[in-house]
């Protein structure tokens, strides 16, 4: 995708030293374009679990760049368990992280130490170019059930919740996917952003992302997605998901569960876009299977934001003695889902429809 007339993918490896790995840090988005060098393992743990990366194929996608970093500093089996187990430990939630580090650990060790480096490189790269090219099909597949909703002069309006965009991914995204698809086949689509408390990716990234390639949108809070359905102002909601189960279940950010009974109480198809690395065949129980991460409370009690003066401040919001909770994921139950999109195509958010579409990997 492009900023500004400009080409971009989320992660790449530095076009000057041709070793260290650069990356959009998301946390200053959108009052800054920061593209920090990462040059060690560590560094790669510290920027998957402080969320300068997020998305759950571009955790994964980073990942395989820590091994890489890591087998640089040290080739030897000892540390290759290592740092598969550093990073397995940073976000325990997203599948694609733990599937992207077994990958790697699998090849990696298959080759004697000397070689090891290169290998690892090599895999990294063909983990992001594969990104692309699914998520490329995502929206392909996508991008019919938004133009069949499309009829002369009427504008279709899609409510989508966090930041599943490129930013969430190598390149293209997986809900968003479909969005520029049909944007670029000029389809009048309009997305609502959920602002997606309590770390505002959909307000500072999605919101983002969409302006710079001109996508028409609108910011809403929350709490104002029934709402909209109610209204009748919604014609669909696509979502993306940090791991799926085998029964089609959905783990997404905290609040999707909620837009998905509201899709359901107001008829209005409720779309999940995934890759199939993002599947967990091994659980069908996404209620009681699926680890749900506990973030810092302070996500909760304080908000950053630009100030009117242009400097960007960090602001307490809540009374100083108060608790909060912040699990950052819910799971949204298959029954609410309408469809399921992958790199394959479309299919119903059950075992059979999931197993006939990858039957290799069921």
Known sequence: MKIDGTAFRSIWVDETDHWSIRIIDQTKLPWALDLPRLTSMDEVAHAIRAMLVRGAPLIGATAAYGVALAMRHDSSDANLSHAVNVLAATRPTAINLRWALARMELLVRSYPPAERVQVAYQEAAKICDEDVATNR????HGLGLIAARATAGRRVNILTHCNAGWLATVDWGTALAPI?????????????VDETRPRNQGASLTAWELGKHGVAHTVIADNAGGHMMQRGDVDMVIVGTDRVTANGDVANKIGTYLKGLAARDNGIP???????STID???RDGLSDIPIEERSATEITTVTGRALDGAIATVRIVPKDSNAANPAFDVTPARLISGLIT???????NTAALAALFPQAA
């Not at 099909?137 to 392909?140: D, E, K, M």
């Not at 520029?180 to 609502?192: G, N, P, S």
């Not at 409720?270 to 199939?276: D, K, N, Q, R, T």
């Open 137 to 140: 099909a995502i929206g392909r």
């Open 180 to 192: 520029y698809m049909a944007h670029d086949r000029q389809i009048d689509v309009h997305v609502w």
């Open 270 to 276: 409720f779309y999940v876009a995934l890759p199939s």
């Open 281 to 283: 065949w091994t659980i």
């Open 343 to 349: 790199e394959r195509g479309v299919c119903s958010a």
